[in-house]
């Protein structure tokens, strides 16, 4: 296996990564700032109080998103699968 091959099949784990997990992140980011605000503007300081919303929004997307990210997943594991005989020569 060549160096560029490696460098190139390692690229595109870590892009499907960051694909995958994107939506989880960007949920999590706007539900917690979403939830800051509302408590800065209330004054209403709770810890726990960003945990519950969160969790709901980090649920709703998750189950939503789970065809998408598992079609990528088998998609990028097949490719590999696919290209293993190339890779030993």
């Not at 960007?26 to 917690?32: E, H, I, K, P, R």
């Not at 594991?77 to 020569?89: E, I, N, Q, W, Y």
């Amino acid at each position: 296996m060549s160096g560029a091959l490696a460098v190139d099949l390692i690229r595109q784990a870590i892009m499907l990564a960051l694909m995958v997990a994107a939506p989880m992140l960007v949920t999590a980011l706007c539900v917690g700032i979403t939830v800051s605000l509302i408590q800065a503007v209330t004054q209403l300081q709770e810890q726990t109080l960003t945990f519950i919303p969160k969790l709901l929004a980090l649920a709703l997307v998750f189950t939503f998103m789970l065809p998408w990210t598992l079609t990528r997943l088998v998609e990028y594991l097949a490719g590999v699968l696919r290209s293993l005989p190339t890779l030993t020569s």
